[in-house]
Each structure stands twice: as structure tokens, then as C-alpha cells.
């Protein structure tokens, strides 16, 4: 079965995962070099660390802020922008919470676990922007501490975000997940949302996963190479 091209398909939804911004050098979260290698994530990402340490949860995020704010959006993020250009009816959902994808110029982007570059009040839950690094101030005006407006382990997914997925994924015709492992639900189950509507599905991933049987076509290689494939032809 051929590689299906992108400008075949009028509704295209791209779900990308940590594999899609490690050509930007970020680490993903699993595998070789993966985050949650070095770090045990009850320790660093979830609230109940949070109430614990907000000091040692913030020099974390911390450090996170700085990885991604050296990073550059890279060719495959570009791609994505340019398809949503070109195919405005385009959508991006991600799980990344680095902002490469809105840096690259995509536009309809729903971020699912948020965004490291948002904060929230942890008394009143009021979410400011803020691209300072280090953060300028752990603590909001009230006095509480902020903290980031992540969607992190234990967390909910933020509702609006889960609905405009679900409502992005119901009229798409093409979907092309992206360096995604697919083990984090809820948000890894959506692509069976598009898959149910009949969508040609595409996983692109230089391993296979535990959700690649689902999927019509396997593309094995790195994002970048794979996307300007899919485009280009
Ligand atoms: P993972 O780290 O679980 O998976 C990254 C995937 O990217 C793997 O399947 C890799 O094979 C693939 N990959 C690596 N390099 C790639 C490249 N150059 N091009 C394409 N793919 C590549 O990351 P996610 O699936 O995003 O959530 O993880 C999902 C969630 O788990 C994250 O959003 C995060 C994490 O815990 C929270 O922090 C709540």
C-alpha cells in the first residue's frame, strides 16, 4: 500500500507526541534518553509532588524552560505549518507542551497537556502567560504559588481542549499521528475517534509502538523526512 499524500485529503489531522520535537533537540519522555528515565515523574510532575516540593517541581520545569527555549522549531514542525496554510480546514493536536508547533506558525492547535509556557494560580486557578526563564515570580500576586498550567500525571485533561479534539478528529479524513508512543490516555485514545469515521490513518515513528497496529500506514524514519515525504510527492 502506497504512502497516501497529504494533498489528497481536505481535513487533515496531525497528533504528535515528544518524537515530533526531538529533531529540535528536546528529549522525549520514554526510550533512549527519555525524561522520565532521569526523573521519576511522581517525584516532578504531579500535583501531589507539587503540594509536597513546589521549589524542586518549579527548578524542574525550570530547567525544561530553558531546554525548549533554545530550541528551534525544526523541518517537520515547518512542514505541519505549511500544510495547515495551504489546507486551511488543518489541525494540529498535540501533546507536546513545548509551543514549537505555534512558533512554526500553525494556528488550529489544540495543546492537550498544556502549555510550559502558561501559568496557573494554584488558589484561584487563574492561567497568565509567562516566557520568562527561569519563571520570573513561583508565586502569584495573591501569594499562593503558581504552577505550571501543564496537564500533568494524575491531572484531568482539560475539557474545552478534549472537545475541540474530538471535534477535530470527527471531520478529518486524513490523520497522520507523529512521534507519539501512544501509551499516555486519554489523549492517546483520540485517534480512534478518526479511525471509527473511516480516515486513512498514518503513524509516523522511526519504531513501531504499541498502537501501530491500529494504524493503516506505518512510515518508519524521523518526523522531518517522513512529513516532507507525505508533502511533497
Ligand atoms: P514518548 O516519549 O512516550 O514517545 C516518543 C515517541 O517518539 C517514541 O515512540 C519514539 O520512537 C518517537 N520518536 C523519537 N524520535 C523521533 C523522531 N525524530 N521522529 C518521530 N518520532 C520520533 O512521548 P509521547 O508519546 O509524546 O505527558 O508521550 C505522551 C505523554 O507522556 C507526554 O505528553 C507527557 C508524557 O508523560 C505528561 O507529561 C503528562
Known amino acids: ?52 516540593d513546589p521549589e524542586k517541581v518549579w527548578d524542574f520545569h525550570d530547567v525544561r524552560r530553558k531546554t525548549v527555549a533554545a530550541a528551534e522549531p525544526n523541518a517537520g514542525h ?13 489541525w494540529v493536536l498535540t501533546q507536546n507542551i513545548d509551543g514549537l508547533h505555534r512558533r512554526a506558525g500553525t494556528k488550529n492547535l489544540v495543546e492537550l497537556h ?8 494554584d488558589r484561584e ?8 526563564v527561569p519563571i520570573a515570580s513561583r508565586r502569584c500576586a495573591c501569594g499562593a504559588y503558581l ?23 470527527e471531520g478529518c479524513d486524513l490523520l497522520v ?8 490516555y486519554p489523549a492517546a485514545q ?8 473511516g480516515a486513512v490513518t498514518v503513524e509516523v515513528n522511526p519504531e513501531d509502538t504499541p498502537v501501530s497496529e491500529l494504524y493503516q500506514h506505518r512510515l518508519r524514519g524521523p518526523a522531518s ?8 510527492v
Open 1 to 52: 500500500m502506497s504512502a497516501p499524500r497529504i494533498r489528497e485529503f481536505r481535513r487533515v489531522v496531525f497528533f504528535t507526541g515528544a518524537g515530533m520535537s526531538a529533531e529540535s533537540g528536546i528529549p522525549t519522555y520514554r526510550g533512549a534518553g527519555g525524561i522520565w528515565k532521569e526523573y521519576d515523574w511522581e517525584e516532578y510532575a504531579c500535583q501531589r509532588a507539587f503540594q509536597r
Open 78 to 90: 515547518r512542514v505541519v505549518a505549511e500544510v495547515e496554510r495551504a489546507q486551511p480546514d488543518t
Open 114 to 121: 498544556g502549555s510550559l509556557w502558561r501559568v496557573r494560580c
Open 125 to 132: 486557578g487563574k492561567v497568565t502567560e509567562d516566557l520568562s
Open 147 to 169: 504552577r505550571p498550567d501543564i496537564v500533568w500525571f494524575e491531572d484531568a485533561l482539560n475539557r474545552a481542549s478534549l472537545a475541540a479534539a474530538e471535534r477535530a478528529l
Open 177 to 184: 499521528s507523529v512521534g507519539t508512543s501512544g501509551v499516555v
Open 190 to 197: 483520540l485517534p480512534v475517534i478518526a479511525m471509527k469515521r
Open 225 to 232: 523526512a517522513i512529513l516532507a515525504s507525505l508533502w511533497e
